[in-house]
């Protein structure tokens, strides 16, 4: 059986940030000012879903928006939290529940948050969560991988060196989940992790969306917000209205 927890402990370690230390930020800036003028936003109170360190809730608030960035991870919002301000705001969460007495005009999900749970059911858990958190008319945008493309392209096994590590990375899909075990060594200890993630398709998130009261407005293919094709697109990104 899967275990259930992968993300928490993984995600709140010092070597997933290391791993993956080389994320493009300038990219990432550039996503969501596109983001921002494709949705018309100007001063919204927006919820940045599973936000990490908060490099794209930076973004969002230098635009003018208000912003509450929430992840699963305590280390990753101890880091975010130096950034806080009167309209920058960060807390542990589980993306899978509402907060309490909040209400947002959009909820950012990006960077494939989503599909880590074993059961189907936390999966909706999610998009009911958001569902309930939206005001009314309000906007999803889930920015995903492009299955296809990843598993046409899939590189079964490599290494990565960062800051004198040599992590050890291996990928495979089993039909569900498209899984990378990680393994390496510091300062004496063997380390060994796993991320895994499911498969979803654009159809499985049209699914999905529609029985939690979304329609899907726009779909795009990649950060310039071009037209989403399966077989060649690098991203899946979804904008979705509450109904």
């Excluded at 275990?3 to 300038?26: A, Q």
């Excluded at 919002?77 to 589980?94: G, M, P, R, T, W």
Aim: charged content about 25%; glycine content about 4%; proline content about 1%.
């Amino acid at each position: 059986m899967q275990d259930e927890t992968w993300f928490s402990s993984w995600f709140d370690t010092k070597y997933y940030h290391i791993l993956y230390k080389n994320r493009d930020d300038s990219e990432a800036e550039m996503f969501i000012s596109n983001l921002y003028k494709q949705l018309h936003l100007s001063d919204e109170y927006v919820l940045d879903l599973a936000c990490g360190k908060g490099r794209h809730s930076f973004t969002l608030n230098k635009l003018g928006l208000h912003v509450l960035g929430v992840d699963l991870s305590p280390q990753s919002i101890a880091c975010a939290e130096h950034n806080q301000s009167d309209s920058l705001k960060f807390q542990v969460h589980d993306m899978r529940q509402v907060i309490d007495n909040e209400s947002f005009d959009v909820v950012f999900n990006l960077f494939t948050s989503f599909g880590y749970f074993e059961n189907d059911e936390d999966n909706f858990n999610v998009l009911k969560a958001i569902y309930k958190m939206l005001n009314t008319n309000g906007i999803l945008v889930i920015d995903f991988m492009n299955t296809t493309r990843v598993l046409a392209n899939l590189v079964k096994e490599e290494i990565k060196r960062e800051d004198a590590i040599d992590f050890h990375l291996c990928r495979s899909f089993d039909g569900r989940f498209i899984k990378k075990n990680i393994s390496f060594s510091d300062e004496g200890k063997q380390f060994d992790f796993q991320e895994s993630v499911r498969g979803f398709t654009f159809d499985d998130f049209h699914n999905m969306l529609t029985q939690t009261n979304f329609k899907i407005e726009s779909v795009f293919g990649d950060f310039q917000l071009n037209p989403f094709h399966a077989a060649t697109s690098d991203r899946l990104i979804i904008i979705a209205r509450k109904l």
